[in-house]
């Protein structure tokens, strides 16, 4: 494909080119080399659980029918589904764990952060049932702190945090389906045996399981995440920054940080400015810290750090021939930032144990350690920054403004502007006339297969010219961003009544209009959505499964993606993906998720009232959210 085919980002193509003038070997270059994809992988009747196969079940019915074991096209895909499912939430469970570990020592003194948000930690306290009478802050987060450790350790019983954040009727439904889960770890484990050769191959027992794991990604994962991380470092409040290529500055030492969980792009945010003075003894004119993927999203909403790019493009920064380090952490870490590194000075440097890269440099970081660690690694960037050949550098200009933050505090803290005492009264005032039509979250990720940030962003222009507000997050977020629908100007996309409303709330925070894409932050945090969703039903005393809002993920490629649209499902939200998952191998499993009520026996749209929609054009994919968002306001009476 020509640069243009890849990506809609000028800068980005502009880099592919200095690529290819470089020899330089992109992930993009590498998805149009593997474009001959395997039929029987693309329909997930590829079996390689044991050693009697691979077995690959025949798709035009002239081959075998069963696996050596006698495993079905249901069980395989079944089977398939829950293991990218589980990765997925072992992802954002693993993340959550992470988090509630240094607040336990950051409040017994062993790890040097501290509380940032108290009002938050006290109303986790409440929530849980925690009594702080006579506790100090640090006491109350300790007990917080060791109830989220409990979802990992309990035997029995269901999740804290999921009795903590979900609707209660919705819990009643997942209690009688049998699939409410106990403790994060105990049911990773269970999903990992059960889909192991010689368990369980009853397709339907197998979707069972996969409703549960989307649970333990939701509550373990999603929500104790974003709480805890909220309570370390901050919630989230409107603030503004950049976004492209052109925030890498060439008079400056560039850090960009790329992976996840803020414990640590947050130090290295804090040691790039303790460290600036010696920034300016080597002649630069300072340290700037650049974000990518998802702790992108997390130090540009807490700290206004600007964004330089997202997934598919993530060794892009590298080729300006600029950026001094690339420190990671975990998830969405391409190895091949090691290669392309290696055409240039800049150090990358891993810090997780279990995510180490050939070629990269380890500084290992815990949060026991955090100063040491993240001093060591802004000091490698001031010293890669010596080495760099000022003929190779070239960074896009095409920069743009962004506003982030919108956290449930920062919405419901505008909204009191309006209404003191019924915040939510105005949104829903704007939701029963139509001039907000719906909401709908436009979610995760770029994928080097399709064109970068093309299917995000047309999505969410048509939705925003029917009046539907967006709320993004992860590297979707960043494509909008990227193309001004989270700036004032994207009201210029929007149908008159949602303009109308953005207009009004700008107003508010002396701004010509507040977005009409509202950046709520990380993958983690589609709970913030998930929170926001379920303070409107909970005002409009409905569940969320009957509210006029959906999601989508037109360009999505992560398993935590897939766990994150399967836990939408079990809220009965609508969930659009413009990349097909691999279940078309199984009719029994590919109904299930996508037939409408009474269509197709036992379906997600039966149990939960949303049903899964694939569809890769994305014109047509936005129609048929439209058309599922019209159904569900009929049925509210609006
Ligand atoms: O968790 S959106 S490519 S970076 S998986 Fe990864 Fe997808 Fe980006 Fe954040 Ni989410």
Sequence with gaps: RKPEERTIDYGVQEMLVKAREEGIETAFDRADAANNRCKFGMEGVCCKG???GPCRISLNGKGPALGVCGADADSIVARNLLATVVEGAASHA???????????????GQAPYKIADEEKLYSLASGLGIDTDGLTVNQVAEQVALKALEDFQKQEGVLNWLKLKAQDKTVAKWEKLGILPVNAHLEIAKAVKRQAMGCDADPVNLLKGILTVALVDGYSGLHMSTDLQDVLFGSPQLVRSEYKLGVIKREYVNIMVHGHVPVLSEKVVEWAQKLHGEALQLGAKGINVVGVCCSGNEVLMRRGIP???????????????????????????????????????TAVITTMPYVKIPGAIHIEFNPRAADDAAEKIVRLALDRYQQRDEARI????????VYAGFSTKQITGLLQKLNKERPLQPLVEAMEKGDIYGIV????????????????????????????LIVGTGCAAHSLAKFGLM????????????????ETLGGLVDLPALPPAWHMGSCVDNSRIDELLIAVADYLGVEVSRLPVAASSPETHHPKAIAIGSYFLT???DVHVGVKPPVGGSELVSKALTAGAGEYGLTMEELFGGKLIVEEDP????????????????????
């Excluded at 700036?487 to 953005?502: K, N, T």
């Design 619 to 638: 014109v047509l994919a936005a129609q048929k959210l439209l058309e599922r968002i019209n159904r569900k306001r009929k049925a509210l009476g609006l």
């Design 487 to 502: 700036s004032p100007q994207g009201v210029e996309y929007c149908g008159s009544g949602l303009r109308r409303v953005m």
């Design 50 to 52: 044991c050693l009697e």
């Design 394 to 401: 070239r960074i896009p200009e095409d920069k743009i403004e």
């Design 571 to 573: 809220q009965g939200v």
């Design 94 to 108: 693993e993340h959550g764990r992470e988090v509630v570990l240094t607040l336990l020592k950051a409040v017994r």
């Design 307 to 345: 964004v330089a790019t997202n997934f598919a493009s993530q060794e892009l920064p590298i080729v300006t021939g600029a950026v001094d380090a690339a420190v990671v952490d975990a998830q969405c870490i391409m190895p091949g930032l090691t290669k392309v590194a290696g055409c240039y000075h």
């Design 441 to 468: 979250a436009l979610v995760g990720c770029t994928n080097p297969r399709t064109k970068q940030d093309w299917a995000n962003t047309e999505v969410a222009k048509y939705l925003m010219r029917n009046n539907v």
